[in-house]
T-cell receptor
Framework: DGGITQSPKYLFRKEGQNVTLSCEQNLNHDAMYWYRQDPGQGLRLIYYSQIVNDFQKGDIAEGYSVSREKKESFPLTVTSAQKNPTAFYLC???????????FGQGTRLTVV | AQSVTQLDSHVSVSEGTPVLLRCNYSSSYSPSLFWYVQHPNKGLQLLLKYTSAATLVKGINGFEAEFKKSETSFHLTKPSAHMSDAAEYFCVVTGGKLIFGQGTELSVKP
């Protein structure tokens, strides 16, 4: 089955710990994205990548880091510098930066 | 710069009545526009897309949207709401990256 897989679905971490969210796609898409969703705030772009080994900051990149070493994978690390990391995180991919995106099922991160 | 505004944060309809979710956009060139739906705690699913072909676009689950350049609008409609349509809907415009509206929550009353 083609698609985007995010794992895990739920993640709990202690405050001060870094945590990495996984995103894998087998759609042969060049572009990949990470969004954060909070109640009543829609989707906010954290990072995006147009091609392997390249990525750009989105609107709320502080406290996050990414890598794009493989076309299929775009992991997101939530660092201890992120002041309010508890949120629903969505990964997406598209053929190019201006085509429709396909979304994973999300990871709900709770920091306690 | 590109932007998108969803004019209603919440819409409530009765089952069997029409649905109208409003979206206005701003773009310095001919944009691509999309509507997505999100059910609680799920990812987003593409409902339909406009990419400069026909201005009336049909999507999944009976939804359609009309691109009106003169009004810079891309409103989403459905003739008859179903309980399963209750969800959050996002209008999206392309502009170097995907630009999302703030979302419209659709409630459907029995």
């Amino acid at each position: 089955d083609g698609g985007i897989t995010q794992s895990p679905k739920y993640l709990f971490r202690k405050e001060g710990q870094n945590v990495t969210l996984s995103c894998e796609q087998n759609l042969n898409h060049d572009a990949m994205y990470w969004y954060r969703q909070d109640p009543g705030q829609g989707l906010r772009l954290i990072y995006y990548s147009q091609i392997v080994n390249d990525f750009q900051k989105g609107d709320i990149a502080e406290g996050y880091s990414v890598s794009r070493e493989k076309k299929e994978s775009f992991p997101l690390t939530v660092t201890s510098a992120q002041k309010n990391p508890t949120a629903f995180y969505l990964c997406a991919s598209s053929y190019t930066i201006n085509t429709e995106a396909f979304f994973g099922q999300g990871t709900r991160l709770t920091v306690v | 710069a590109q932007s998108v505004t969803q004019l209603d944060s919440h819409v409530s309809v009765s089952e069997g009545t029409p649905v109208l979710l409003r979206c206005n956009y701003s773009s310095s060139y001919s944009p691509s526009l999309f509507w997505y739906v999100q059910h609680p705690n799920k990812g987003l699913q593409l409902l339909l897309k406009y990419t400069s072909a026909a201005t009336l676009v049909k999507g999944i689950n009976g939804f359609e949207a009309e691109f009106k350049k003169s009004e810079t609008s891309f409103h989403l409609t459905k003739p008859s709401a179903h309980m399963s349509d209750a969800a959050e809907y996002f209008c999206v415009v392309t502009g170097g990256k995907l630009i999302f509206g703030q979302g419209t929550e659709l409630s459907v009353k029995p």
